[in-house]
C-alpha cells in the first residue's frame, strides 16, 4: 500500500501528538477518525474540523474502514488495547504508533496482532512543555526527526509507507534505526536530558532563579516541567539503556569535576574543545537536513 | 553623577560584550571610545559608527577624557591591566565591569585603583555561542538580566548609576546581590549548566545524533561549544562555589539514579512534581519580569 492509496485514517488516543497528526492529516486530504477516551476532545476536534467523527467506544466499524491505524497512547495504554481490542482490526490494514520507547513495545505488539495486520513502529522526534489535544500543532514536526522502527517481521512496503507517512506530516527528517538502536539512542538524547533538567531543578529551591539566570539555565531546564506519569513509564520501561547512559554521562561529570579540583586547566580545555568540536559536528548536520 | 551627566565613555576591551555595549551606548548618544588589543576590531566599530575612536596602547589621554569606564576584559586581564595603568584613571571617573565572576576580582580592583576613583561592579547576564565584536548584537540584552555587585565600600550614587548604566543598556530585570551570594548564583546557574553540557557532549562521539535527536539535547548542548580560555579561567576563579554546586547537583541526579535502578515509581514521580512546579514558578516569574 501506497500512501496515495490510503483514504482512512484512525487516530486512536487524541493527546497532544494524537492532535498534531490529526490536523496535519486532514489538511493533507485524508479522512481522519479516532477512538479515544474523553467526548469533549472529540467534540473540540470535530467542532475545529480537523477529524471527520470519532468516538469514546471502541467502535468496530471506525477500525474496520480504517487502511492505516495510529497509535498515540502511552505504552502500558497501547500493549492492553491491543491485547482486549487488536482482534478487531482487519487483515490489510497497516498500524503504526508514536511510542518513545520501542524495546517494551514492538516485539509483543507485533505478536498479539492477527495475521495480515502488519504493525511497523514509528517515533516522532517533536512535543511540547504541554499536554493534551488542545495544545496539538503539526507545526512542531517541521525541524524535527522522524524514526522509523522495522524489524525483520517488517515487509519494505510497510516501511515505505511508514517513511511517507514521515515525510507527509512534515518531518525534516526520516532514519531508520533497529529496536536496541533506538532505545539506546533515545535513553542517552531525550531520557537522559530529562534526568538531567529534573535534577538540576530539584538541586536549587532558590525562587529567584529567575531574577538571576542567564540563557542556558532557562534552556535546560525548559523540559523540567514534565508529565511525571508518562515520563516514569518511559524511564522504567527503558530502564538498562537510560542507566547505561546516565552511567557514561555520570563519568565524563566526574572528570570535569577532578579537573577543576585538581586546578587541571589543560585536562579541562581539552574537554571545552571536544565539547566544542562535536557540536559543532552537530551544527553541521543541522544545515543538512 | 546620574547617567544623564555622563557623555565620555571609555570601553576597554572590544569583544563580543564590549562591541554590544559600545553599539547600544553610541545609540543612546554617548560619545563612546575604546581601548583594545587589535588595530582592525577598531577599524570595523570606526566604520560601523559606533564608536568615536579607539587605541591599541594605553593612551592618557582617552582615560583622562572618560568620566565612565567600562572593563570588558577576562578576569586576569582585567586585574592586570589596573595594577599597571590604574594609576592613570583620573579622580571622579566611575569603573564598572562585565566580568563573570566577582570574589576573585571585586576586592582586589577596589584595593589597586587610586583615590576618588569608584568601582562598582556589574554582571550583565548576557551572551552568545561566538565571540568577537563582529558578533556583538545589544539585542542579547533585551531578555536578559543584570546583576549589580556593591561592595560596603561602594556609595550610592555609583550604585545608583551603574543601574541607570543597565536600563540604558536595555537589560529586562536589574537586580543586586554581594559578592558571594553572586559567585554561587552564578556557579549554579551559569558554571554549572556549562559543566553539564559539555560533559553530555564528552559522553557521546556518535556523529549521527543530529538525525535522531528531539529539542531537548539540542537545547542542553547549544552552549557546549564554548570558548575554552575564558570558561576554564571562570571555572578555576570560582573553584569552591561551583564545586559545591556541582556536588548539589550530583546529589539530585543520583538520587533519580536510584529511582530508576530501584523501579522506585513513586519517588521518582515526587522528584518530576518537584521539579514541575518549580519550573512554573520560573515561569511566573519570567512573566513578571
Not at 486512536?12 to 467526548?39: C, D, H, P
Not at 503539526?138 to 522509523?148: G, S
Amino acid at each position: 500500500m501506497k500512501i496515495s492509496e490510503v483514504k482512512n485514517v484512525l487516530i486512536i488516543g487524541l493527546g497532544l501528538l494524537g492532535g498534531s497528526y490529526a490536523k496535519k492529516l486532514t489538511a493533507e486530504g485524508f479522512k481522519v477518525k479516532v477512538i479515544t477516551l474523553n467526548r469533549e476532545d472529540i467534540d473540540y476536534a470535530v467542532k475545529e474540523g480537523f477529524i471527520v467523527e470519532g468516538s469514546t467506544e471502541v467502535d468496530e466499524t471506525l477500525i474496520s474502514e480504517a487502511q492505516l491505524i495510529i497509535f498515540a497512547l502511552y505504552p502500558h495504554t497501547f500493549i492492553e488495547w491491543v491485547e482486549q481490542y487488536g482482534s478487531l482490526i482487519k487483515s490489510g490494514t497497516v498500524v503504526t504508533d508514536v511510542t518513545g520507547v520501542k524495546g517494551c513495545v514492538v516485539e509483543k505488539i507485533q505478536n498479539m496482532l492477527p495475521a495480515g495486520v502488519e504493525f511497523i513502529s514509528a517515533h516522532p522526534m517533536a512535543g511540547k512543555d504541554t499536554s493534551g489535544v488542545q495544545n496539538s500543532d503539526p507545526e512542531i514536526f517541521k525541524k524535527a526527526n522522524y524514526i522509523v522502527v522495522p524489524t525483520n517481521r517488517n515487509t519494505p512496503d510497510a516501511i515505505r509507507l511508514c517513511c511517507e507517512l514521515g515525510r507527509t506530516l512534515g518531518f525534516a527528517d526520516i532514519s531508520s534505526l533497529n529496536v536496541r538502536q533506538h532505545d539506546e539512542m533515545i535513553a542517552f538524547l531525550s531520557q537522559l536530558t530529562h534526568c538531567i533538567a529534573v535534577s538540576l531543578m530539584c538541586a536549587n529551591g532558590d525562587p529567584n532563579l529567575v531574577r538571576y539566570t542567564g540563557d542556558s539555565f532557562r534552556e535546560l531546564t525548559r523540559i523540567a516541567n514534565i508529565n511525571d506519569e508518562m515520563w516514569s513509564e518511559l524511564f522504567l520501561s527503558n530502564r538498562e539503556a537510560l542507566l547505561s547512559e546516565m552511567d557514561g554521562y555520570r563519568k565524563a561529570f566526574d572528570r570535569l569535576y577532578d579537573t577543576i579540583k585538581n586546578n587541571d586547566r589543560e585536562t579541562m580545555r581539552e574537554m571545552m574543545r571536544l565539547s566544542s568540536a562535536r557540536r559543532k559536528t552537530f551544527n553541521e548536520g543541522e544545515k543538512l537536513i
